[in-house]
């Protein structure tokens, strides 16, 4: 995941890593605002020695396949 990935996805994106990685505050993620710098900032500060996992659940969560309210795929009927 790059900044304009996160950028463009951060409010589904925020919802997921807090359910995931319950150290990220409210006021972490309202840091963040998308900003993909301070991301990797909270992510260190927050997870340090984890960091590389916390990164491969971003980049992971990023290249799921999109879902529709039912929970399915996008385009499969």
Do not use: C, S
């Amino acid at each position: 995941m790059n900044a304009d990935q996160l950028k463009g996805k951060w409010l589904q994106f925020k919802g997921d890593l807090q359910n995931k990685w319950g150290k990220f505050t409210d006021n972490d993620l309202q840091d963040i605002g998308g900003n993909y710098d301070k991301f990797l900032g909270k992510v260190q500060e927050r997870y340090g020695a984890k960091k590389r996992e916390v990164m491969k659940w971003a980049n992971h969560w990023y290249d799921k396949p999109a879902t529709d309210a039912a929970g399915k795929q996008a385009g499969n009927k």
